[in-house]
Protein backbone atom coordinates (compact mmCIF):
# COMPACT_ATOMS: atom_id res chain seq x y z
CA UNK A 1 0.00 0.00 0.00
CA UNK A 2 1.98 3.71 -0.68
CA UNK A 3 0.93 6.99 -0.72
CA UNK A 4 -0.56 6.90 -4.74
CA UNK A 5 -3.17 4.52 -3.61
CA UNK A 6 -3.75 6.15 -0.15
CA UNK A 7 -4.78 9.84 -2.31
CA UNK A 8 -8.14 8.46 -3.71
CA UNK A 9 -9.13 8.80 0.30
CA UNK A 10 -10.02 11.92 2.04
CA UNK A 11 -6.88 12.69 4.47
CA UNK A 12 -4.47 10.43 3.23
CA UNK A 13 -1.86 12.04 5.63
CA UNK A 14 -3.78 10.16 8.17
CA UNK A 15 -2.92 6.31 6.90
CA UNK A 16 0.64 7.04 5.09
CA UNK A 17 2.97 6.45 8.98
CA UNK A 18 6.62 7.27 8.09
CA UNK A 19 5.93 10.91 10.03
CA UNK A 20 9.18 11.95 12.17
CA UNK A 21 10.11 10.04 14.95
CA UNK A 22 7.86 7.07 14.14
CA UNK A 23 9.69 3.87 14.65
CA UNK A 24 10.14 1.27 12.63
CA UNK A 25 11.41 -2.31 14.08
CA UNK A 26 12.50 -5.07 12.31
CA UNK A 27 9.32 -7.56 12.06
CA UNK A 28 11.06 -10.65 12.08
CA UNK A 29 12.74 -11.54 15.62
CA UNK A 30 9.78 -9.13 17.48
CA UNK A 31 6.56 -9.69 19.39
CA UNK A 32 4.30 -7.63 17.48
CA UNK A 33 1.78 -4.81 19.66
CA UNK A 34 -0.60 -2.89 17.97
CA UNK A 35 -2.08 0.27 19.65
CA UNK A 36 -5.24 1.17 18.98
CA UNK A 37 -6.81 4.46 19.63
CA UNK A 38 -10.53 4.33 18.27
CA UNK A 39 -10.84 7.37 17.16
CA UNK A 40 -9.46 9.16 13.93
CA UNK A 41 -5.70 10.04 14.08
CA UNK A 42 -5.94 13.46 14.52
CA UNK A 43 -7.87 12.92 17.65
CA UNK A 44 -5.74 9.72 18.08
CA UNK A 45 -2.50 11.67 17.77
CA UNK A 46 -3.29 14.42 20.30
CA UNK A 47 -3.31 11.60 23.02
CA UNK A 48 -1.07 11.78 25.29
CA UNK A 49 -1.07 8.74 26.56
CA UNK A 50 -0.53 7.45 23.40
CA UNK A 51 2.64 9.00 22.70
CA UNK A 52 4.10 7.35 26.22
CA UNK A 53 3.12 3.79 25.38
CA UNK A 54 4.46 4.29 21.73
CA UNK A 55 7.72 5.17 23.45
CA UNK A 56 7.52 2.71 26.71
CA UNK A 57 6.78 -0.22 24.21
CA UNK A 58 9.16 0.64 21.53
CA UNK A 59 11.63 1.05 24.03
CA UNK A 60 11.70 -2.71 24.82
CA UNK A 61 14.16 -5.23 23.06
CA UNK A 62 12.19 -7.60 20.89
CA UNK A 63 9.26 -5.96 20.52
CA UNK A 64 7.70 -3.24 18.59
CA UNK A 65 5.09 -1.32 18.62
CA UNK A 66 2.90 0.16 15.59
CA UNK A 67 0.12 2.56 15.54
CA UNK A 68 -3.95 1.59 14.03
CA UNK A 69 -6.40 4.42 14.52
CA UNK A 70 -10.01 4.07 13.61
CA UNK A 71 -10.10 5.02 9.49
CA UNK A 72 -12.36 7.70 7.62
CA UNK A 73 -15.60 6.39 6.13
CA UNK A 74 -14.61 6.30 2.81
CA UNK A 75 -11.67 3.66 3.39
CA UNK A 76 -13.60 2.10 5.47
CA UNK A 77 -16.45 1.09 3.19
CA UNK A 78 -13.12 0.23 0.44
CA UNK A 79 -11.75 -1.76 2.88
CA UNK A 80 -14.68 -4.12 3.29
CA UNK A 81 -16.33 -3.90 -0.15
CA UNK A 82 -12.72 -5.59 -1.53
CA UNK A 83 -12.42 -7.39 2.13
CA UNK A 84 -8.96 -6.26 2.80
CA UNK A 85 -8.56 -6.32 6.66
CA UNK A 86 -7.54 -2.79 8.36
CA UNK A 87 -3.69 -2.34 8.86
CA UNK A 88 -1.05 -0.36 10.88
CA UNK A 89 0.51 2.78 10.27
CA UNK A 90 3.85 1.60 10.26
CA UNK A 91 4.43 -1.76 8.21
CA UNK A 92 0.55 -1.62 7.08
CA UNK A 93 0.68 -5.18 7.95
CA UNK A 94 -3.11 -6.54 8.84
CA UNK A 95 -3.87 -5.73 12.58
CA UNK A 96 -4.71 -9.55 12.67
CA UNK A 97 -1.07 -10.19 12.44
CA UNK A 98 -0.28 -9.09 15.70
CA UNK A 99 0.44 -10.29 18.99
CA UNK A 100 -1.32 -8.30 21.21
CA UNK A 101 -4.18 -5.71 20.07
CA UNK A 102 -3.68 -2.59 22.96
CA UNK A 103 -6.46 -0.22 22.75
CA UNK A 104 -6.40 2.96 24.62
CA UNK A 105 -9.93 4.27 25.57
CA UNK A 106 -10.35 8.18 27.01
CA UNK A 107 -14.15 7.85 26.11
CA UNK A 108 -16.89 5.88 26.34
CA UNK A 109 -18.63 7.15 23.21
CA UNK A 110 -15.21 5.24 21.12
CA UNK A 111 -16.63 1.84 22.45
CA UNK A 112 -18.63 0.75 19.26
CA UNK A 113 -15.54 2.29 17.58
CA UNK A 114 -13.65 -0.67 19.22
CA UNK A 115 -15.31 -3.03 17.64
CA UNK A 116 -16.00 -1.37 14.30
CA UNK A 117 -11.87 -2.01 14.49
CA UNK A 118 -11.67 -5.61 15.72
CA UNK A 119 -14.38 -6.58 13.02
CA UNK A 120 -12.57 -4.81 10.27
CA UNK A 121 -9.50 -6.91 11.12
CA UNK A 122 -11.48 -10.03 10.95
CA UNK A 123 -11.20 -10.68 14.62
CA UNK A 124 -14.17 -12.04 16.36
CA UNK A 125 -15.57 -9.31 18.06
CA UNK A 126 -16.19 -10.91 21.24
CA UNK A 127 -13.27 -12.71 23.74
CA UNK A 128 -15.39 -16.02 23.83
CA UNK A 129 -15.87 -16.63 20.17
CA UNK A 130 -11.71 -16.03 20.22
CA UNK A 131 -9.76 -19.40 20.09
CA UNK A 132 -6.41 -17.95 19.39
CA UNK A 133 -3.97 -15.51 19.50
CA UNK A 134 -3.80 -12.24 19.15
CA UNK A 135 -5.13 -11.20 23.13
CA UNK A 136 -6.79 -8.20 22.78
CA UNK A 137 -6.88 -5.63 25.73
CA UNK A 138 -7.74 -1.87 26.89
CA UNK A 139 -6.64 0.38 28.81
CA UNK A 140 -6.87 4.22 30.03
CA UNK A 141 -9.72 6.16 31.66
CA UNK A 142 -12.40 4.66 31.14
CA UNK A 143 -11.59 0.96 32.08
CA UNK A 144 -12.17 1.32 35.83
CA UNK A 145 -15.42 0.41 35.28
CA UNK A 146 -14.61 -2.31 32.59
CA UNK A 147 -17.85 -4.43 32.89
CA UNK A 148 -19.77 -2.88 29.62
CA UNK A 149 -16.84 -3.92 27.92
CA UNK A 150 -16.08 -7.86 29.67
CA UNK A 151 -17.19 -9.48 26.82
CA UNK A 152 -15.28 -7.64 24.49
CA UNK A 153 -11.93 -7.45 26.25
CA UNK A 154 -9.20 -10.49 26.94
CA UNK A 155 -8.04 -8.31 29.85
CA UNK A 156 -7.98 -5.14 31.13
CA UNK A 157 -4.84 -3.38 32.27
CA UNK A 158 -5.86 -0.59 35.30
CA UNK A 159 -4.05 2.63 36.24
CA UNK A 160 -0.62 4.03 34.78
CA UNK A 161 0.75 2.34 31.47
CA UNK A 162 4.40 3.39 31.69
CA UNK A 163 4.95 0.20 33.31
CA UNK A 164 2.19 -1.58 33.60
CA UNK A 165 1.79 -2.07 29.74
CA UNK A 166 5.30 -3.35 29.35
CA UNK A 167 4.61 -5.85 32.42
CA UNK A 168 2.07 -7.02 30.58
CA UNK A 169 4.00 -6.85 26.80
CA UNK A 170 6.53 -9.74 29.13
CA UNK A 171 4.27 -11.54 30.43
CA UNK A 172 2.50 -11.95 26.72
CA UNK A 173 6.07 -12.66 25.24
CA UNK A 174 6.87 -15.26 27.24
CA UNK A 175 3.67 -17.19 26.79
CA UNK A 176 3.74 -16.46 23.70
CA UNK A 177 7.70 -17.99 23.17
CA UNK A 178 6.33 -20.56 25.49
CA UNK A 179 3.81 -21.50 22.55
CA UNK A 180 0.86 -21.92 25.38
CA UNK A 181 -2.53 -20.89 23.99
CA UNK A 182 -4.44 -17.98 24.60
CA UNK A 183 -6.46 -19.14 27.28
CA UNK A 184 -3.20 -20.04 29.17
CA UNK A 185 -1.69 -16.98 28.52
CA UNK A 186 -4.63 -14.76 30.23
CA UNK A 187 -4.30 -16.56 33.30
CA UNK A 188 -0.50 -16.83 33.89
CA UNK A 189 -1.24 -12.60 33.06
CA UNK A 190 -3.90 -12.25 35.87
CA UNK A 191 -1.10 -14.00 38.08
CA UNK A 192 2.08 -12.36 37.60
CA UNK A 193 0.95 -8.86 36.69
CA UNK A 194 -0.50 -6.63 39.43
CA UNK A 195 -3.03 -4.16 37.79
CA UNK A 196 -4.86 -6.82 35.22
CA UNK A 197 -8.14 -7.64 35.10
CA UNK A 198 -9.32 -10.69 32.66
CA UNK A 199 -13.22 -11.11 32.72
CA UNK A 200 -13.32 -15.12 31.79
CA UNK A 201 -11.48 -15.65 35.21
CA UNK A 202 -14.85 -14.04 36.97
CA UNK A 203 -18.41 -15.49 37.15
CA UNK A 204 -20.85 -13.24 37.10
CA UNK A 205 -24.58 -12.96 39.72
CA UNK A 206 -26.98 -11.03 40.23
CA UNK A 207 -26.52 -8.56 42.98
CA UNK A 208 -27.49 -9.00 46.98
CA UNK A 209 -30.63 -6.44 45.69
CA UNK A 210 -31.16 -7.98 42.78
CA UNK A 211 -30.33 -4.94 40.59
CA UNK A 212 -26.83 -5.25 38.63
CA UNK A 213 -25.12 -8.27 37.49
CA UNK A 214 -21.83 -8.47 39.41
CA UNK A 215 -18.34 -10.04 38.89
CA UNK A 216 -16.65 -12.70 40.91
CA UNK A 217 -13.24 -14.58 40.83
CA UNK A 218 -13.43 -18.28 40.14
CA UNK A 219 -10.00 -19.44 39.25
CA UNK A 220 -7.35 -19.58 41.58
CA UNK A 221 -5.01 -16.36 41.58
CA UNK A 222 -7.24 -13.93 40.29
CA UNK A 223 -7.91 -10.80 42.34
CA UNK A 224 -11.19 -10.22 44.15
CA UNK A 225 -10.81 -6.49 43.48
CA UNK A 226 -8.25 -5.92 40.92
CA UNK A 227 -5.74 -2.94 42.15
CA UNK A 228 -4.74 -0.21 39.67
CA UNK A 229 -1.32 0.09 38.89
CA UNK A 230 0.10 3.18 40.45
CA UNK A 231 3.92 4.69 39.61
CA UNK A 232 5.29 6.21 42.45
CA UNK A 233 7.10 9.22 40.63
CA UNK A 234 6.90 10.58 37.26
CA UNK A 235 10.68 11.57 37.01
CA UNK A 236 11.83 7.69 37.30
CA UNK A 237 10.08 6.83 34.33
CA UNK A 238 11.44 8.05 30.80
CA UNK A 239 9.07 10.32 29.29
CA UNK A 240 8.62 10.43 25.57
CA UNK A 241 10.79 12.41 24.21
CA UNK A 242 11.28 12.32 20.02
CA UNK A 243 7.59 12.27 20.44
CA UNK A 244 6.13 11.57 16.35
CA UNK A 245 5.48 14.92 14.79
CA UNK A 246 2.23 14.21 12.05
CA UNK A 247 1.69 15.61 9.05
CA UNK A 248 -1.48 16.88 9.22
CA UNK A 249 -3.16 19.41 12.01
CA UNK A 250 -4.32 17.85 14.99
CA UNK A 251 -6.92 18.51 17.45
CA UNK A 252 -3.81 19.50 20.29
CA UNK A 253 -0.69 20.11 17.90
CA UNK A 254 1.82 21.10 19.87
CA UNK A 255 4.35 18.95 22.35
CA UNK A 256 3.62 18.07 25.42
CA UNK A 257 5.22 17.56 28.60
CA UNK A 258 2.79 16.27 31.89
CA UNK A 259 3.49 19.00 34.23
CA UNK A 260 2.10 16.76 37.59
CA UNK A 261 -0.16 13.72 37.35
CA UNK A 262 -2.97 13.85 39.82
CA UNK A 263 -4.76 16.69 41.52
CA UNK A 264 -5.50 17.27 45.12
CA UNK A 265 -8.48 19.64 44.39
CA UNK A 266 -11.28 16.82 45.55
CA UNK A 267 -13.96 17.75 43.57
CA UNK A 268 -17.11 15.48 44.22
CA UNK A 269 -17.91 15.17 40.90
CA UNK A 270 -14.59 14.92 38.99
CA UNK A 271 -13.27 11.28 37.97
CA UNK A 272 -10.02 12.11 36.77
CA UNK A 273 -9.33 13.70 40.47
CA UNK A 274 -9.84 10.08 41.70
CA UNK A 275 -8.43 7.82 39.63
CA UNK A 276 -5.40 9.51 38.72
CA UNK A 277 -4.60 9.67 42.39
CA UNK A 278 -2.23 10.64 43.84
CA UNK A 279 -0.28 14.02 42.85
CA UNK A 280 2.85 13.01 41.73
CA UNK A 281 5.11 16.48 40.43
CA UNK A 282 7.54 16.49 37.73
CA UNK A 283 10.61 18.42 38.75
CA UNK A 284 11.78 21.51 37.27
CA UNK A 285 15.03 19.57 36.51
CA UNK A 286 13.16 17.32 34.20
CA UNK A 287 10.87 19.87 32.70
CA UNK A 288 13.71 21.56 31.48
CA UNK A 289 15.75 18.69 29.92
CA UNK A 290 12.14 17.42 28.17
CA UNK A 291 11.84 20.82 27.09
CA UNK A 292 15.30 20.72 25.27
CA UNK A 293 15.13 17.79 23.99
CA UNK A 294 11.50 17.60 22.65
CA UNK A 295 12.26 20.81 20.85
CA UNK A 296 15.33 19.99 19.15
CA UNK A 297 13.72 16.55 18.45
CA UNK A 298 10.40 17.62 17.02
CA UNK A 299 10.91 21.47 15.95
CA UNK A 300 7.64 22.23 17.24
CA UNK A 301 6.97 26.22 18.45
CA UNK A 302 4.39 25.20 21.02
CA UNK A 303 4.77 23.16 24.05
CA UNK A 304 1.76 22.63 26.44
CA UNK A 305 2.22 21.12 30.09
CA UNK A 306 -0.18 19.10 30.95
CA UNK A 307 -1.56 18.95 34.42
CA UNK A 308 -4.84 18.99 36.04
CA UNK A 309 -4.64 21.81 37.54
CA UNK A 310 -1.45 23.84 36.61
CA UNK A 311 -1.67 26.84 39.03
CA UNK A 312 -1.24 24.39 41.76
CA UNK A 313 2.52 23.34 40.96
CA UNK A 314 4.30 23.60 44.19
CA UNK A 315 7.01 25.51 43.10
CA UNK A 316 5.21 27.97 40.22
CA UNK A 317 7.45 30.88 40.80
CA UNK A 318 9.89 29.05 39.81
CA UNK A 319 7.86 26.69 36.86
CA UNK A 320 7.32 30.56 35.31
CA UNK A 321 10.86 31.45 35.71
CA UNK A 322 11.66 28.46 33.66
CA UNK A 323 9.28 28.76 30.86
CA UNK A 324 9.95 32.75 30.16
CA UNK A 325 14.12 31.78 30.10
CA UNK A 326 13.38 29.00 27.56
CA UNK A 327 10.75 31.36 25.71
CA UNK A 328 12.89 34.08 25.45
CA UNK A 329 16.20 32.05 23.89
CA UNK A 330 14.09 29.61 21.67
CA UNK A 331 11.13 31.74 20.44
CA UNK A 332 9.18 28.76 21.81
CA UNK A 333 5.18 29.51 23.08
CA UNK A 334 4.51 27.20 26.38
CA UNK A 335 1.05 27.35 27.05
CA UNK A 336 -0.60 26.31 31.18
CA UNK A 337 -4.06 25.08 30.44
CA UNK A 338 -6.04 23.99 33.35
CA UNK A 339 -6.18 27.27 34.89
CA UNK A 340 -7.60 27.40 38.83
CA UNK A 341 -9.59 30.76 39.60
CA UNK A 342 -8.79 30.70 43.15
CA UNK A 343 -4.96 31.04 42.86
CA UNK A 344 -3.83 32.63 39.30
CA UNK A 345 -0.94 35.15 40.18
CA UNK A 346 -0.54 37.89 38.20
CA UNK A 347 3.27 36.96 37.68
CA UNK A 348 1.39 33.69 35.31
CA UNK A 349 -1.05 35.89 33.67
CA UNK A 350 1.76 38.42 32.33
CA UNK A 351 4.12 35.23 31.17
CA UNK A 352 0.52 33.66 29.19
CA UNK A 353 -0.06 36.92 27.80
CA UNK A 354 3.23 37.12 26.44
CA UNK A 355 3.47 33.18 24.96
CA UNK A 356 -0.06 33.96 23.21
CA UNK A 357 -3.06 35.95 22.77
CA UNK A 358 -6.58 34.32 22.77
CA UNK A 359 -8.66 33.42 25.42
CA UNK A 360 -8.72 32.01 29.12
CA UNK A 361 -10.91 29.60 29.93
CA UNK A 362 -11.34 28.77 33.97
CA UNK A 363 -14.30 26.24 35.15
CA UNK A 364 -16.75 27.47 37.81
CA UNK A 365 -18.85 24.08 37.76
CA UNK A 366 -21.64 26.35 39.48
CA UNK A 367 -23.37 29.54 40.01
CA UNK A 368 -24.29 29.49 43.80
CA UNK A 369 -21.75 29.60 46.62
CA UNK A 370 -23.69 27.02 48.40
CA UNK A 371 -23.76 24.39 45.16
CA UNK A 372 -19.95 25.09 44.51
CA UNK A 373 -19.39 23.92 48.12
CA UNK A 374 -21.88 20.55 48.04
CA UNK A 375 -19.69 19.65 45.10
CA UNK A 376 -16.20 20.85 47.02
CA UNK A 377 -15.20 23.42 44.19
CA UNK A 378 -13.74 25.55 46.40
CA UNK A 379 -13.98 29.07 45.14
CA UNK A 380 -15.46 32.08 46.26
CA UNK A 381 -16.65 35.11 44.76
CA UNK A 382 -14.25 37.06 46.07
CA UNK A 383 -11.71 35.05 44.27
CA UNK A 384 -12.95 34.99 41.00
CA UNK A 385 -13.12 38.55 40.66
CA UNK A 386 -9.77 39.37 42.19
CA UNK A 387 -8.62 37.19 39.19
CA UNK A 388 -10.83 38.09 36.85
CA UNK A 389 -9.44 41.78 37.89
CA UNK A 390 -5.90 40.53 36.97
CA UNK A 391 -7.30 39.03 33.68
CA UNK A 392 -9.23 41.89 32.76
CA UNK A 393 -6.31 44.28 33.52
CA UNK A 394 -3.33 42.15 31.81
CA UNK A 395 -5.57 42.92 28.71
CA UNK A 396 -7.34 39.81 27.94
CA UNK A 397 -11.29 40.73 26.67
CA UNK A 398 -12.53 37.01 26.04
CA UNK A 399 -12.75 34.59 28.67
CA UNK A 400 -15.02 31.07 28.58
CA UNK A 401 -16.34 29.68 31.40
CA UNK A 402 -17.62 26.12 32.02
CA UNK A 403 -20.83 25.25 34.42
CA UNK A 404 -22.85 22.13 35.04
CA UNK A 405 -26.75 21.58 35.07
CA UNK A 406 -27.91 18.97 37.06
CA UNK A 407 -25.47 18.78 39.98
CA UNK A 408 -26.51 17.10 43.50
CA UNK A 409 -29.28 19.32 45.61
CA UNK A 410 -29.67 21.65 42.47
CA UNK A 411 -32.50 24.25 42.58
CA UNK A 412 -34.25 26.66 40.56
CA UNK A 413 -32.26 28.97 42.22
CA UNK A 414 -28.85 28.15 41.47
CA UNK A 415 -29.52 28.19 37.92
CA UNK A 416 -30.38 31.63 38.71
CA UNK A 417 -27.30 32.44 40.37
CA UNK A 418 -25.84 30.98 37.36
CA UNK A 419 -26.81 34.07 35.29
CA UNK A 420 -26.69 36.65 38.13
CA UNK A 421 -23.14 35.66 38.12
CA UNK A 422 -22.29 36.17 34.43
CA UNK A 423 -23.84 39.35 34.16
CA UNK A 424 -22.32 40.57 36.77
CA UNK A 425 -18.76 39.23 35.19
CA UNK A 426 -19.81 40.94 32.19
CA UNK A 427 -20.67 43.99 33.49
CA UNK A 428 -17.01 43.69 35.90
CA UNK A 429 -15.24 43.11 32.37
CA UNK A 430 -16.74 46.13 30.84
CA UNK A 431 -15.53 48.22 33.52
CA UNK A 432 -12.17 47.42 31.96
CA UNK A 433 -12.70 47.65 27.89
CA UNK A 434 -15.88 47.77 26.06
CA UNK A 435 -14.88 44.89 23.65
CA UNK A 436 -15.35 42.08 26.28
CA UNK A 437 -16.72 38.92 25.55
CA UNK A 438 -18.04 35.83 27.21
CA UNK A 439 -18.43 32.45 26.21
CA UNK A 440 -19.52 29.56 28.24
CA UNK A 441 -19.91 25.90 27.94
CA UNK A 442 -23.04 24.81 30.06
CA UNK A 443 -23.06 20.76 30.40
CA UNK A 444 -25.42 18.47 31.81
CA UNK A 445 -24.15 16.03 34.69
CA UNK A 446 -23.24 12.94 35.20
CA UNK A 447 -22.62 10.60 38.16
CA UNK A 448 -19.07 8.77 37.45
CA UNK A 449 -17.99 6.14 39.12
CA UNK A 450 -14.91 6.38 42.01
CA UNK A 451 -16.52 9.69 42.82
CA UNK A 452 -18.75 10.75 45.88
CA UNK A 453 -21.56 11.56 43.41
CA UNK A 454 -21.47 7.70 42.24
CA UNK A 455 -24.48 7.07 44.06
CA UNK A 456 -26.59 9.59 43.06
CA UNK A 457 -28.99 10.02 40.49
CA UNK A 458 -28.84 11.15 36.75
CA UNK A 459 -30.99 13.88 35.45
CA UNK A 460 -33.24 12.50 32.99
CA UNK A 461 -33.15 13.94 29.37
CA UNK A 462 -36.48 15.87 29.84
CA UNK A 463 -35.01 17.35 33.23
CA UNK A 464 -32.03 18.44 31.06
CA UNK A 465 -34.07 19.76 28.46
CA UNK A 466 -35.81 21.94 30.21
CA UNK A 467 -32.78 23.23 32.56
CA UNK A 468 -31.02 24.06 29.43
CA UNK A 469 -34.39 25.88 28.17
CA UNK A 470 -34.68 27.79 31.29
CA UNK A 471 -31.13 29.02 31.24
CA UNK A 472 -31.93 29.85 27.41
CA UNK A 473 -34.64 32.10 28.59
CA UNK A 474 -32.75 33.54 31.54
CA UNK A 475 -29.70 34.26 29.19
CA UNK A 476 -31.74 36.15 26.83
CA UNK A 477 -31.31 39.37 29.26
CA UNK A 478 -27.42 38.77 27.75
CA UNK A 479 -28.17 38.41 24.03
CA UNK A 480 -25.11 39.46 22.38
CA UNK A 481 -22.90 40.33 24.91
CA UNK A 482 -22.33 36.37 25.77
CA UNK A 483 -22.27 33.44 23.92
CA UNK A 484 -23.70 30.15 25.45
CA UNK A 485 -23.55 26.35 23.76
CA UNK A 486 -25.41 23.71 25.67
CA UNK A 487 -24.08 19.98 26.10
CA UNK A 488 -26.30 17.27 24.61
CA UNK A 489 -28.11 15.74 26.91
CA UNK A 490 -28.40 12.47 24.78
CA UNK A 491 -25.01 12.26 24.68
CA UNK A 492 -25.06 12.82 28.99
CA UNK A 493 -27.37 9.83 28.77
CA UNK A 494 -25.45 7.49 26.58
CA UNK A 495 -22.40 8.29 28.56
CA UNK A 496 -24.24 7.96 32.12
CA UNK A 497 -25.14 4.25 30.93
CA UNK A 498 -21.77 3.25 29.51
CA UNK A 499 -19.71 4.54 32.70
CA UNK A 500 -22.10 2.90 35.05
CA UNK A 501 -23.64 -0.15 33.56
CA UNK A 502 -23.03 -3.42 33.51
CA UNK A 503 -21.93 -6.55 31.60
CA UNK A 504 -25.65 -6.40 30.53
CA UNK A 505 -25.00 -3.21 28.50
CA UNK A 506 -22.41 -5.10 26.61
CA UNK A 507 -25.32 -6.00 24.45
CA UNK A 508 -26.68 -2.94 24.03
CA UNK A 509 -22.77 -1.81 22.83
CA UNK A 510 -22.96 -4.72 20.25
CA UNK A 511 -26.42 -3.85 18.95
CA UNK A 512 -26.27 0.03 18.31
CA UNK A 513 -22.81 -1.03 16.24
CA UNK A 514 -24.59 -3.12 14.50
CA UNK A 515 -27.63 -0.94 13.68
CA UNK A 516 -24.69 1.70 12.21
CA UNK A 517 -23.60 3.68 16.04
CA UNK A 518 -19.76 4.54 15.31
CA UNK A 519 -18.24 7.86 15.60
CA UNK A 520 -20.92 8.70 18.81
CA UNK A 521 -18.37 11.94 19.66
CA UNK A 522 -18.55 13.11 16.25
CA UNK A 523 -21.78 15.37 16.20
CA UNK A 524 -22.48 15.18 11.94
CA UNK A 525 -22.11 11.02 12.82
CA UNK A 526 -24.04 10.55 15.73
CA UNK A 527 -27.30 8.08 15.80
CA UNK A 528 -28.87 8.23 18.82
CA UNK A 529 -31.78 6.23 17.42
CA UNK A 530 -29.54 3.37 16.93
CA UNK A 531 -28.96 2.91 20.99
CA UNK A 532 -31.99 3.47 21.66
CA UNK A 533 -33.23 1.04 19.38
CA UNK A 534 -30.14 -1.25 21.23
CA UNK A 535 -31.80 -0.61 23.87
CA UNK A 536 -35.03 -2.17 23.14
CA UNK A 537 -33.47 -5.12 21.21
CA UNK A 538 -31.85 -5.70 24.44
CA UNK A 539 -34.38 -5.51 27.03
CA UNK A 540 -32.24 -3.01 29.16
CA UNK A 541 -34.00 -0.15 30.86
CA UNK A 542 -31.67 3.03 31.47
CA UNK A 543 -33.50 3.83 34.84
CA UNK A 544 -31.81 0.73 36.47
CA UNK A 545 -28.07 3.02 35.72
CA UNK A 546 -29.45 6.37 35.80
CA UNK A 547 -32.23 7.39 37.23
CA UNK A 548 -32.47 5.74 40.40
CA UNK A 549 -30.17 6.31 43.67
CA UNK A 550 -28.20 3.67 45.32
CA UNK A 551 -27.50 3.14 48.93
CA UNK A 552 -24.23 3.96 49.85
CA UNK A 553 -24.17 -0.10 51.19
CA UNK A 554 -24.90 -1.61 47.62
CA UNK A 555 -23.04 -3.86 45.66
CA UNK A 556 -22.17 -1.92 42.41
CA UNK A 557 -20.55 -3.68 39.09
CA UNK A 558 -16.93 -1.45 39.29
CA UNK A 559 -16.08 -2.70 42.83
CA UNK A 560 -13.82 -5.06 41.01
CA UNK A 561 -11.97 -2.34 40.18
CA UNK A 562 -9.66 -0.68 43.01
CA UNK A 563 -9.00 3.02 42.26
CA UNK A 564 -6.74 3.11 45.54
CA UNK A 565 -9.37 5.73 47.34
CA UNK A 566 -10.95 3.53 49.68
CA UNK A 567 -15.43 3.30 49.95
CA UNK A 568 -15.53 4.96 53.20
CA UNK A 569 -13.35 8.04 51.98
CA UNK A 570 -15.95 8.48 49.43
CA UNK A 571 -18.74 7.74 51.81
CA UNK A 572 -17.45 10.60 53.95
CA UNK A 573 -17.45 12.52 51.15
CA UNK A 574 -20.89 11.80 49.86
CA UNK A 575 -22.07 12.64 53.66
CA UNK A 576 -20.01 16.03 53.42
CA UNK A 577 -21.76 17.17 50.06
CA UNK A 578 -25.45 16.48 51.83
CA UNK A 579 -24.04 18.67 54.40
CA UNK A 580 -22.87 21.19 52.05
CA UNK A 581 -19.41 21.13 53.62
CA UNK A 582 -16.28 21.77 52.55
CA UNK A 583 -13.05 19.77 52.51
CA UNK A 584 -9.74 21.41 52.45
CA UNK A 585 -6.92 19.63 50.21
CA UNK A 586 -4.55 17.31 51.66
CA UNK A 587 -1.71 19.23 50.86
CA UNK A 588 -2.80 22.36 53.09
CA UNK A 589 -4.86 20.34 56.23
CA UNK A 590 -2.98 17.05 55.95
CA UNK A 591 -3.48 13.62 54.66
CA UNK A 592 -7.33 12.70 54.76
CA UNK A 593 -6.53 8.62 54.40
CA UNK A 594 -8.24 8.24 51.40
CA UNK A 595 -6.91 4.93 50.62
CA UNK A 596 -2.93 5.48 49.29
CA UNK A 597 -1.16 5.83 52.56
CA UNK A 598 -1.80 2.12 52.98
CA UNK A 599 -0.23 1.21 49.76
CA UNK A 600 2.51 3.90 49.07
CA UNK A 601 4.56 4.76 52.06
CA UNK A 602 4.67 8.08 52.07
CA UNK A 603 2.17 9.08 49.76
CA UNK A 604 3.22 10.98 47.14
CA UNK A 605 1.05 13.45 47.52
CA UNK A 606 2.07 14.29 51.26
CA UNK A 607 5.89 14.80 50.03
CA UNK A 608 4.83 18.12 48.15
CA UNK A 609 4.97 21.48 49.70
CA UNK A 610 2.15 23.61 50.24
CA UNK A 611 0.64 24.82 47.49
CA UNK A 612 1.76 28.00 45.93
CA UNK A 613 0.64 31.22 47.35
CA UNK A 614 -0.96 34.38 44.85
Known amino acids: MNMHFLERFEGPSRYAGNELNAVHKAWEQSFHVALCYPDLYEVGMSSYGIQVLYHAVNSMRGVLAERVFAPYGDLEEWLRRHHEPLFSLESKRPLGDFDVIAFSLGSELTYTNALNILDMAG ?156 TRERSLESIKALLEQIVTNTGYEEIGLLSLSS ?18 EHQVAISFPSLRMENFPGYLADEIKR ?20 INKNITEESMFETLRVVFGKGWHLVKFYFMFGLPTETEADLDAMVDLIGRIYEFGRSFRRDIAINLSVNPFVPRPD ?48 C ?57 PWRIIGCGVKEDFLRTEYDAAERGALTVTCREAGCHSCGFQDEMSPCPTMLLPHPPRV
Open 123 to 278: IPIRSSDRTDWPVVIAGGSCVFNPEPLAPFMDAFGIGDGEELLPDIVRSLARSRDASENRSIALDTLANDVKGVYVPSLYATRQSHNGRYIIADPIRKGAPAIVQKRTLQSLDVVPAPVAPIVPYRELIHDRGVIELFRGCVRGCRFCEAGISYRP
Open 311 to 328: TDYSDLPGLVDLVRAYRE
Open 355 to 374: SREGSLTFAIEAGSQRLRDV
Open 451 to 498: TPFQWCVQDTMQSCDAKAEYLRRSFRSLKGKIHVEFGDPRIAFLEGIL
Open 500 to 556: RGDRRVADVIERAWRNGAIFDAWRERFKFDAWLKALEQSGVDPATYLYRGIAPQDEI
